[in-house]
Structure formats: structure tokens, C-alpha cells
């Protein structure tokens, strides 16, 4: 056993890496935080968006039978129009010959501006009770309504039955759907209609303590004489029909705007208007019958005499936009005008980005199925091709090759990794390369390498200059012209390096890929990440090797032709991932890079979240470099060409794009499952999930594993998959902030022995 070491004791200055490392970690946590307000800016997003999507629906009652006992009499048989002053409730009806046109629901964008035709043309004013969800996704409809004459009132904000909500429910849909008002048409109003309300004697127990507090607030609460029952789509005749008061009595009638397919009432409006005009009938807002009896009763006291309550007559009934037929509203200022606007804007980005984002689910899914569907095909085919008996690489490779430890603090797991190299049934050197560690990793490989009888192990220490430098050194120190390298928490199979070398019989084939398998897999994390080993790593090679693309080889395990890592420039410290660096640098220099199955080699994954964080940060963040650092190879001839063109794009679409926005489908997901249908949601994200199920099972077949882990999947899907989404984010925040990342030491455990029996 030989050892080189030319270490120093003295206390060194921080290298120039070191204070890049420092500088970089300076950078991370805005980043990181960019990355979460990202994350909580669509999440809110896709709220609001579902929040304001809430279904409008008919006006079916939702209780029906409830005692009206603390109702006062003269409410439940008063006019349709209930006001409050001084603490005590008065009723308002429409007079004689008039009717008080309603529409409820609104605004639709495409029915409401039929209806606001329509009255125009007419000259007929209406109020239309609003929801205020819909107000704050349509503002133009709201404001051509008020800009016309018409009158708003307030339906609340997504149209839920009040009588069995808190009050602070109550007053938040109030007072957001006066916000959407003010940031529609710069107004608030003071009438209101309930949704599910009718006619007065309906009022019951359970109602009526909501219309007396929104009644001390200032607002006239609004019921129905005659309804049309449009919502139930009977045929224009009857909306017609069931519309018009009898005799000569005034009306509040009720149509819709929105809420459903309002084709009839649309067609039964104008033969409505003129039916009821030949009738003598005129037509007015709410506001203009209160506006109107108040008149009367001015009059009626001037006179000294008694005013009957169809005796009077309204003035006017046009459009012409006065105070009269405005009464209800106020001219919003201040923070509600601010604050309504700030609504507007946020639900117009929210219309804009949903249905984005929709688009892109599509074709998110698209790509995640087209992967699916074809790691399944790619990698069966690849399997029959390897597994043919006449399969030959060439002449089974014999000679000796040099394997490569770079270690850095690997005193927990240097010792089991060399033990398993003593079992290597091919013959081999072994050259430890220990880069500056300071916990004695050096003296323990030496101590283990006498203990096992290695004289086949040489000992190489280096002042502290990275992974790539250690590997150059012991490229350029290997006595073979085969080098295998793994990493200093890794242990090999006693088969591993002679199945990993048989490829390079075919003098095309510059570097192996083998088969990384997790040691420590009885942990939940574990579990999940061996999990992803197994289908996401190791099945995605089988199906890169068949295309001949193969964009990393694993640093736990990878064989290279030794004259080749030279003409590529050796191991670059150019990116944090320096396994695909040099692995599309092969391509790129005309070499095969393929994958070898049989060779089998167990590593200690991260054991904490923090750790499989920082891992798993610098292999996507490493992958972004290497791919922009080789983006010439798009146009390229030959192999290189060949790699950029094929190779390069399904990485960034299977290994960048596509889970970036992969979120979309969980997102969507709870969307569903929250505003549109829980069932429907939840059997299509099972079906996702038996997808995965189904392309994890095969890949566990191909290797010959456990299926027993798999009953980890559905909770990997849930949590760990969340987290890996958000450690791509955050890289991709990185690469186009320009952001330095350098390497980051995981802490290990030396869980991972000689894997016999193992799997």
C-alpha cells in the first residue's frame, strides 16, 4: 500500500471556493423566499379564482316549513320592500300599474348585455342585484349598468343562503361584494335581496335576524311579487305569463340574468315590456318606488289628507340617469375605492392566469403520460435486448481496472466501502483520494486497508479543492486505462466492477453507467427515495440507453476508458454536476455512453429533509449548467449533434420542464376536489397515481426488487414529490437570478455495510 500525503498542519486561509460557498449561501435564503412567495402567490391564485367560480345556481328555497313566529305580521304581509329606521321595520309596495323589473344572478357576460340592450332599446330602467364574484370577473357589465340608469343592488358575493351563517360570514359577503362594486363603477349601494328569497310571507325564523342587522346597517332588503320562475327554463309564454301581476296590481318581478342558460328569458323580455306597456303598465327601479311613495306621503301631509297605496303616481320611468332612479347608490371613496380596485386587478389576474395555467396542465400531462408510456415500452425493449443469451459486448474484459474514492469526512463509511472493494471478484486498484478532510479519513481508509490485507490500495491526501479535482487526481494517478469511480459512502457488490466493465469490450463504449441502488431504505425517506431510484433514475436510463442519449452517470458508479476523461478535459469544476458534465462531454467527443443494470452499487442516501434538500438542489441546479454549458452541442454534427437534439431536450422536457410545472396537476387536483367536484377530482388523481403504480411496479420487477415498498407511494406522492417540486423551483429561480451554488457536504452515518443480502 503506497500513500501520498502532502498535507499541512498549519491553520490555511479559505480557499477561493470556499468563500465563493460562502458567498453563495448569503445568496440562497431570498431565493428561497422568492421561491415560497411564488408558490403562495399562484396558491392564491387558484383560491381566489375558485372562491369567486363558486356555482350560481336556481333559486330553489333550501328549507322549506320553517315557523315565521318572530316575524312581525305586517312584515309577512307587507310590501316586497323592507326598510329600517329608528330600529323599526316598514314595508314599501310597487303601486298600481307598476313594475319594479329585477334581475338577480348577474353579471353574465353573455346574457346581461343582451338584457341591457334590450331595456335600452325600451327605455326601460331595472335593478339588477348583483353577485359580487361575478361583479369582480365582469366590471365593464357593472358599469355600462350603472352608466345606463339602471340600479345595483346586492346579491351577496357568492350567492350562499345567509340564514345559517356566522356574522362575520355575513358581513364578509357584504362588504366584498360592495368592494367589487366600488372597483366596477366607483359605487356602493343600500339595497339588497337574499339569495333563495321570495315574497315577504316567506320570511322565517331563520332569516329574519339577518334582514334586522343588515337593516340597522342601512340596508333595504328587496322580496318579490310575482316571479317568473325563468330558472326553470318553462317556455317564453309562460316566463311571460307567470311574470305579469294580476289585475291592475303593482309588482317587484323577478327575472335572471345569470345563474344558468337564460335563452328564454332573453326571448320573453321584449314581448314582456311591450306586453305589459300595452297594458298601461310603467316600468321603474326599486329606488323609484321608494323614491315615489316617499313623494306621496310628503304630498299627502302637505294636503292633510290620507294617501292610499295605489293613489299615487310615479313621475317619469325613464333612463335618464337622475338621483331618483340612482337613489340607492353611494359614490364610493377612499380605501373602499382602493381597496374595491385592488380587487378588480387581482381577480383579472387571477382570469388570466387560471386558464394559463390550465393550458399548461394539459400539456404538462401530456408530457407526463408520453414519459410514462415511454420508459414502459423503451425499457421493456431495452430488457429483451440485454437479456438475449446471444447479447454480447465482445470478448469478456479481464484485465485490471483502478477504482477511484474521492472522500471528504467520510470517516462513518470509508471503512465499509473498501471492505466491499476487497471482495471485488475482478481485479482491481484501488486509489483513495482523500480531499482535505479533517476527521481522519485518510488514517481510517489506511487502518481498514491493513486490517483487510488490501495491498492493492494506494492513499492520495490533497488540500481541499472539490470532488472534480479529487477524481483528475486519481484519473491521472490510475495505473489502468479502465477507471471505475464511486463515491466514499458507497459500497459495491463483489460482482459490481466486472459487470460494470464488460461493455468497454466494444471499443465504442467511452463510459458505464450502473445501477445505484439506496442502502438505507428502512426509513420512511429512505423508502421514498429508493423508490425514485428504482423508477425514476434507473428506468430512465434503460430507456436513454436504447436511445443512445444517456445524459448522467451516476457518481456512486460510473466506469470510464481513462484516455477518454482526458480528451474530455477530465472531471470540469464548471458546474455542481460534474457526473453530466462529463457525461454529455463523452457524447459530445464521439464515445457511447450506456447502461449497465447488472452492476449493482448501494449508496447512503440523505437521511433528513434538510440534507435530501441540499442534494438534490445542486443536482438540478448542476443539470441547468451542464445543459447550458454544452447548449452548443443543439447544433452540432455527428454524436454530439445527435445528443443536443435528442438527448438534450427530452432532459430539460422530462427532467426540468415538466416538473416545474408538474405542481399543476396536485394544484388542480385540490382546486377540483374544493370548488368544482371531490369525486371526480379524486378519481382522476387515482388514476394518476395507478399510472405511477403501474411504470414503478414493472421498474421494480426489472430489478428484481421488493414490491412491499411501493405501499409508499401513495404518501411519496403526497409529501416527497411536494418537496422536490419546490427544490426545482428554487434552482430554477437560482440559474435565472444568476445565482453560484457550490457543493454542500451531506452528513453520513455508515448505516450502509457490505450489501449481502441486501435488496
Same mark, same amino acid.
Given at each position: 500500500?503506497?500513500?501520498?500525503?502532502?498535507?499541512?498542519?498549519?491553520?490555511?486561509?479559505?480557499?477561493?471556493?470556499?468563500?465563493?460557498?460562502?458567498?453563495?449561501?448569503?445568496?440562497?435564503?431570498?431565493?428561497?423566499?422568492?421561491?415560497?412567495?411564488?408558490?403562495?402567490?399562484?396558491?392564491?391564485?387558484?383560491?381566489?379564482?375558485?372562491?369567486?367560480?363558486?356555482?350560481?345556481?336556481?333559486?330553489?328555497?333550501?328549507?322549506?316549513?320553517?315557523?315565521?313566529?318572530?316575524?312581525?305580521?305586517?312584515?309577512?304581509?307587507?310590501?316586497?320592500?323592507?326598510?329600517?329606521?329608528?330600529?323599526?321595520?316598514?314595508?314599501?309596495?310597487?303601486?298600481?300599474?307598476?313594475?319594479?323589473?329585477?334581475?338577480?344572478?348577474?353579471?353574465?357576460?353573455?346574457?346581461?348585455?343582451?338584457?341591457?340592450?334590450?331595456?335600452?332599446?325600451?327605455?326601460?330602467?331595472?335593478?339588477?342585484?348583483?353577485?359580487?364574484?361575478?361583479?369582480?370577473?365582469?366590471?365593464?357589465?357593472?358599469?355600462?349598468?350603472?352608466?345606463?340608469?339602471?340600479?345595483?343592488?346586492?346579491?351577496?358575493?357568492?350567492?350562499?343562503?345567509?340564514?345559517?351563517?356566522?356574522?362575520?360570514?355575513?358581513?364578509?359577503?357584504?362588504?366584498?361584494?360592495?368592494?367589487?362594486?366600488?372597483?366596477?363603477?366607483?359605487?356602493?349601494?343600500?339595497?339588497?335581496?337574499?339569495?333563495?328569497?321570495?315574497?315577504?310571507?316567506?320570511?322565517?325564523?331563520?332569516?329574519?335576524?339577518?334582514?334586522?342587522?343588515?337593516?340597522?346597517?342601512?340596508?333595504?332588503?328587496?322580496?318579490?311579487?310575482?316571479?317568473?320562475?325563468?330558472?326553470?327554463?318553462?317556455?317564453?309564454?309562460?316566463?311571460?305569463?307567470?311574470?305579469?301581476?294580476? $289585475? +291592475?296590481?303593482?309588482?317587484?318581478?323577478?327575472?335572471?340574468? =345569470?345563474? !344558468?342558460?337564460?335563452?328564454?328569458?332573453? #326571448? *320573453? &323580455?321584449?314581448?314582456?315590456?311591450?306586453?305589459?306597456?300595452?297594458?298601461?303598465?310603467?316600468?321603474?327601479?326599486?329606488?323609484?318606488?321608494?323614491?315615489?311613495?316617499?313623494?306621496?306621503?310628503?304630498?299627502?301631509?302637505?294636503?292633510?289628507?290620507?294617501?292610499?297605496?295605489?293613489?299615487?303616481?310615479?313621475?317619469?320611468?325613464?333612463?335618464? $340617469? +337622475?338621483?331618483?332612479?340612482?337613489?340607492?347608490?353611494?359614490? =364610493?371613496? !377612499?380605501?373602499?375605492?382602493?381597496?374595491? #380596485? *385592488? &380587487?378588480?386587478?387581482?381577480?383579472?389576474?387571477?382570469?388570466?392566469?387560471?386558464?394559463?395555467?390550465?393550458?399548461?396542465?394539459?400539456?404538462?400531462?401530456?408530457?407526463?403520460?408520453?414519459?410514462?408510456?415511454?420508459?414502459?415500452?423503451?425499457?421493456?425493449?431495452?430488457?429483451?435486448?440485454?437479456?438475449?443469451?446471444?447479447?454480447?459486448?465482445?470478448? +469478456?474484459?479481464?484485465?485490471?481496472?483502478?477504482?477511484?474514492?474521492?472522500?471528504?469526512?467520510?470517516?462513518?463509511?470509508?471503512?465499509?466501502?473498501?471492505?466491499?472493494?476487497?471482495?471485488?471478484?475482478?481485479?482491481?486498484?484501488?486509489?483513495?483520494?482523500?480531499?482535505?478532510?479533517?476527521?481522519?479519513?485518510?488514517?481510517?481508509?489506511?487502518?481498514?486497508?491493513?486490517?483487510?490485507?488490501?495491498?492493492?490500495?494506494?492513499?492520495?491526501?490533497?488540500?481541499?479543492?472539490?470532488?472534480?479535482?479529487?477524481?483528475?487526481?486519481?484519473?491521472?494517478?490510475?495505473?489502468?486505462?479502465?477507471?471505475?469511480?464511486?463515491?466514499?459512502?458507497?459500497?459495491?457488490?463483489?460482482?459490481?466492477?466486472?459487470?460494470?466493465?464488460?461493455?468497454?469490450?466494444?471499443?465504442?463504449?467511452?463510459?458505464?453507467?450502473?445501477?445505484?441502488?439506496?442502502?438505507?431504505?428502512?426509513?420512511?425517506?429512505?423508502?421514498?427515495?429508493?423508490?425514485?431510484?428504482?423508477?425514476?433514475?434507473?428506468?430512465?436510463?434503460?430507456?436513454?440507453?436504447?436511445?443512445?442519449?444517456?445524459?448522467?452517470?451516476?457518481?456512486?458508479?460510473?466506469?470510464?476508458?481513462?484516455?477518454?476523461?482526458?480528451?474530455?478535459?477530465?472531471?470540469?469544476?464548471?458546474?455542481?454536476?460534474?457526473?453530466?458534465?462529463?457525461?454529455?462531454?463523452?457524447?459530445?467527443?464521439?464515445?457511447?455512453?450506456?447502461?449497465?443494470?447488472?452492476?449493482?452499487?448501494?449508496?447512503?442516501?440523505?437521511?433528513?429533509?434538510?440534507?435530501?434538500?441540499?442534494?438534490?438542489?445542486?443536482?438540478?441546479?448542476?443539470?441547468?449548467?451542464?445543459?447550458?454549458?454544452?447548449?452548443?452541442?443543439?447544433?452540432?454534427?455527428?454524436?454530439?449533434?445527435?445528443?443536443?437534439?435528442?438527448?438534450?431536450?427530452?432532459?430539460?422536457?422530462?427532467?426540468?420542464?415538466?416538473?416545474?410545472?408538474?405542481?399543476?396537476?396536485?394544484?388542480?387536483?385540490?382546486?377540483?376536489?374544493?370548488?368544482?367536484?371531490?369525486?371526480?377530482?379524486?378519481?382522476?388523481?387515482?388514476?394518476?397515481?395507478?399510472?405511477?403504480?403501474?411504470?414503478?411496479?414493472?421498474?421494480?420487477?426489472?430489478?428484481?426488487?421488493?414490491?412491499?415498498?411501493?405501499?409508499?407511494?401513495?404518501?411519496?406522492?403526497?409529501?416527497?414529490?411536494?418537496?422536490?417540486?419546490?427544490?426545482?423551483?428554487?434552482?430554477?429561480?437560482?440559474?435565472?437570478?444568476?445565482?453560484?451554488?457550490?457543493?454542500?457536504?451531506?452528513?453520513?452515518?455508515?448505516?450502509?455495510?457490505?450489501?449481502?443480502?441486501?435488496?
Amino acid at each position: 500500500m503506497t500513500t501520498t500525503t502532502p498535507s499541512r498542519g498549519r491553520r490555511r486561509a479559505p480557499t477561493r471556493i470556499e468563500r465563493a460557498a460562502g458567498k453563495a449561501a448569503a445568496l440562497q435564503k431570498p431565493r428561497v423566499i422568492l421561491a415560497l412567495l411564488l408558490l403562495l402567490g399562484l396558491t392564491s391564485v387558484m383560491l381566489l379564482d375558485g372562491y369567486l367560480r363558486a356555482e350560481v345556481g336556481g333559486d330553489e328555497r333550501v328549507r322549506d316549513g320553517a315557523s315565521s313566529s318572530k316575524v312581525p305580521d305586517k312584515i309577512l304581509n307587507g310590501g316586497p320592500i323592507i326598510s329600517f329606521r329608528g330600529g323599526q321595520a316598514t314595508t314599501t309596495s310597487v303601486p298600481a300599474k307598476t313594475i319594479a323589473l329585477t334581475f338577480d344572478d348577474g353579471p353574465n357576460p353573455t346574457y346581461t348585455p343582451q338584457v341591457l340592450k334590450i331595456l335600452e332599446k325600451y327605455d326601460v330602467p331595472a335593478t339588477f342585484f348583483v353577485v359580487g364574484s361575478m361583479v369582480s370577473r365582469y366590471p365593464g357589465i357593472v358599469k355600462d349598468m350603472v352608466d345606463q340608469g339602471d340600479e345595483v343592488g346586492i346579491h351577496t358575493f357568492t350567492h350562499v343562503d345567509l340564514s345559517y351563517q356566522s356574522d362575520a360570514r355575513i358581513r364578509r359577503e357584504m362588504t366584498q361584494t360592495q368592494l367589487a362594486l366600488a372597483g366596477a363603477a366607483g359605487i356602493t349601494t343600500t339595497l339588497f335581496r337574499a339569495p333563495y328569497s321570495s315574497e315577504t310571507d316567506a320570511i322565517d325564523n331563520y332569516s329574519w335576524p339577518v334582514y334586522e342587522k343588515l337593516g340597522e346597517e342601512g340596508y333595504t332588503s328587496v322580496f318579490v311579487d310575482t316571479d317568473s320562475d325563468d330558472w326553470k327554463k318553462p317556455g317564453v309564454s309562460k316566463i311571460v305569463k307567470w311574470a305579469t301581476p294580476s $289585475g +291592475t296590481s303593482g309588482a317587484s318581478v323577478l327575472m335572471h340574468d =345569470a345563474g !344558468g342558460d337564460r335563452e328564454q328569458t332573453i #326571448k *320573453a &323580455l321584449p314581448e314582456y315590456i311591450e306586453k305589459m306597456r300595452a297594458k298601461g303598465y310603467t316600468f321603474t327601479t326599486i329606488s323609484g318606488v321608494i323614491e315615489a311613495q316617499n313623494t306621496a306621503a310628503r304630498a299627502g301631509q302637505q294636503a292633510n289628507a290620507p294617501t292610499g297605496a295605489g293613489s299615487w303616481q310615479l313621475q317619469g320611468g325613464n333612463r335618464d $340617469g +337622475t338621483d331618483r332612479l340612482q337613489a340607492a347608490h353611494r359614490e =364610493a371613496t !377612499g380605501a373602499t375605492l382602493y381597496e374595491g #380596485k *385592488a &380587487l378588480v386587478v387581482a381577480v383579472a389576474v387571477a382570469e388570466y392566469t387560471v386558464p394559463t395555467l390550465s393550458v399548461g396542465l394539459v400539456i404538462v400531462g401530456v408530457a407526463v403520460m408520453g414519459r410514462f408510456g415511454m420508459m414502459l415500452i423503451l425499457a421493456r425493449r431495452h430488457y429483451r435486448l440485454r437479456n438475449k443469451r446471444r447479447f454480447s459486448w465482445g470478448p +469478456t474484459v479481464t484485465r485490471p481496472v483502478t477504482v477511484i474514492v474521492p472522500a471528504y469526512n467520510e470517516k462513518e463509511c470509508i471503512a465499509n466501502t473498501l471492505e466491499s472493494l476487497a471482495k471485488s471478484t475482478h481485479p482491481i486498484e484501488v486509489i483513495v483520494v482523500d480531499d482535505g478532510s479533517s476527521d481522519g479519513t485518510s488514517e481510517i481508509a489506511r487502518e481498514a486497508a491493513r486490517s483487510l490485507g488490501m495491498t492493492n490500495v494506494r492513499v492520495i491526501r490533497q488540500e481541499n479543492a472539490g470532488k472534480p479535482a479529487a477524481l483528475n487526481n486519481g484519473v491521472r494517478s490510475a495505473s489502468h486505462d479502465i477507471v471505475v469511480m464511486m463515491d466514499g459512502d458507497t459500497v459495491f457488490e463483489p460482482d459490481t466492477v466486472r459487470q460494470l466493465v464488460q461493455p468497454f469490450a466494444n471499443p465504442e463504449v467511452g463510459a458505464v453507467a450502473g445501477n445505484a441502488k439506496v442502502g438505507n431504505r428502512d426509513t420512511v425517506i429512505g423508502a421514498w427515495q429508493h423508490i425514485e431510484y428504482v423508477m425514476g433514475f434507473n428506468l430512465d436510463r434503460r430507456m436513454y440507453d436504447l436511445l443512445r442519449c444517456m445524459p448522467t452517470i451516476p457518481g456512486a458508479i460510473g466506469a470510464f476508458r481513462r484516455e477518454a476523461v482526458l480528451q474530455v478535459g477530465g472531471m470540469s469544476e464548471d458546474t455542481l454536476a460534474e457526473d453530466t458534465d462529463i457525461t454529455i462531454a463523452m457524447h459530445r467527443a464521439g464515445w457511447r455512453v450506456v447502461y449497465q443494470e447488472h452492476a449493482r452499487a448501494w449508496t447512503e442516501a440523505p437521511g433528513s429533509l434538510k440534507q435530501l434538500w441540499s442534494q438534490r438542489y445542486r443536482w438540478s441546479y448542476g443539470t441547468m449548467q451542464a445543459l447550458w454549458k454544452h447548449r452548443k452541442s443543439l447544433t452540432d454534427k455527428g454524436p454530439s449533434g445527435r445528443f443536443g437534439r435528442v438527448g438534450m431536450p427530452l432532459v430539460v422536457i422530462f427532467q426540468i420542464v415538466t416538473p416545474v410545472f408538474a405542481p399543476l396537476i396536485d394544484v388542480f387536483t385540490a382546486y377540483s376536489m374544493i370548488f368544482v367536484d371531490f369525486r371526480a377530482a379524486l378519481y382522476a388523481w387515482l388514476a394518476v397515481l395507478g399510472v405511477q403504480l403501474v411504470c414503478a411496479a414493472y421498474a421494480f420487477k426489472l430489478d428484481k426488487e421488493k414490491y412491499r415498498y411501493l405501499l409508499m407511494m401513495p404518501l411519496q406522492q403526497l409529501a416527497y414529490r411536494q418537496m422536490m417540486y419546490l427544490v426545482l423551483i428554487h434552482s430554477c429561480i437560482t440559474a435565472l437570478t444568476g445565482g453560484r451554488l457550490r457543493w454542500q457536504k451531506l452528513k453520513r452515518t455508515g448505516e450502509v455495510g457490505t450489501p449481502a443480502g441486501v435488496g
